[in-house]
């Protein structure tokens, strides 16, 4: 079970953290990403992390914006959005892919949860 939270509503140039806390699985042992799909496109890749944290994987559209970090102890995964523009209005999924990231950066997974819908309004 992956569940992610901490969606909502901000301005541009405003700041988000999301949160996605898994159960059920060894989450140690899986990289995890964060993906988001907007109204009218296709679900695409943000961000991922190694099963360490040691490696993190962006986008081309979010790097130097959000940053995706670990906590192995608390089972959880984040993502820290800053400088958001409208165009990051999405609902945010979060995933796991055991054992490596490899296929998550190609929008790939082995499981996922339920979203969190982020607004950002001009």
């Known amino acids: 079970q992956l569940q992610a939270s901490g969606g909502g509503q901000v301005q541009a140039g405003g700041s988000l953290r999301l949160s996605c806390e898994a159960s059920?699985?060894?989450?140690?042992?899986?990289?995890m990403g964060w993906f988001r799909q907007a109204p009218g496109k296709e679900r695409e890749f943000v961000a991922a992390?190694?099963?360490?944290?040691?490696?993190?994987y962006y986008a081309d559209s979010v790097r130097g914006r959000f940053t995706i970090s670990r906590d192995n102890a608390k089972t959880t995964v984040y993502l820290q959005m800053n400088s958001l523009k409208p165009e990051d209005t999405a609902v945010y999924y979060c995933?796991?892919?055991?054992?490596?990231?490899?296929?998550?950066?190609?929008?790939?997974?082995?499981?996922w949860g339920q979203g969190t819908l982020v607004t950002v309004s001009s």
């Open positions: 995933a796991g892919e055991l054992d490596g990231t490899r296929r998550l950066v190609r929008g790939q997974y082995d499981y």
């Open positions: 059920g699985r060894t989450f140690s042992r899986y990289g």
């Open positions: 992390i190694t099963q360490s944290g040691a490696i993190a």
